[in-house]
Nanobody, 123 residues
Framework: QVQLVESGGGLVQAGGSLRLSCAAS????????MGWFRQAPGKEREFVAA???????YYADSVKGRFTISRDNAKNTVYLQMNSLKPEDTAVYYC?????????????????WGQGTQVTVSS
């Protein structure tokens, strides 16, 4: 069983930055792909970014160039650096882990999920 705990969310003004962290338990972190998803009120959950076990990264078009995903296998932690934040980035952000590293842009590609952290961007 893998447990994921997100942190780093909060309230920030438009144009500002936040860095989200996701700490994972268990021994499979380094061999798993990790992803970030978000869900805004009244909207479906959407893919934000993913990083494979060999650190290949993938981004949604809406965040490309503004967000950066990275991982530290020594700390069992994945990060999401968010710059140039916009009010439309407001959502609960979820971290997820994928053992098979398939379908990383879809929620069904992941086996474990964190509880989420709120990000609010004011205009």
């Amino acid at each position: 069983q893998v447990q994921l705990v997100e942190s780093g969310g909060g309230l920030v003004q438009a144009g500002g930055s936040l860095r989200l962290s996701c700490a994972a338990s268990g021994r499979t972190f380094s061999s798993s792909a990790m992803g970030w998803f978000r869900q805004a009120p009244g909207k479906e959950r959407e893919f934000v970014a993913a990083i494979s076990s060999n650190s290949a990264s993938y981004y949604a078009d809406s965040v490309k160039g503004r967000f950066t995903i990275s991982r530290d296998n020594a700390k069992n932690t994945v990060y999401l650096q968010m710059n140039s934040l916009k009010p439309e980035d407001t959502a609960v952000y979820y971290c997820a882990a994928s053992r098979l590293q398939l379908g990383l842009r879809t929620g069904s590609g992941y086996d474990y999920w964190g509880q989420g952290t709120q990000v609010t961007v004011s205009s």
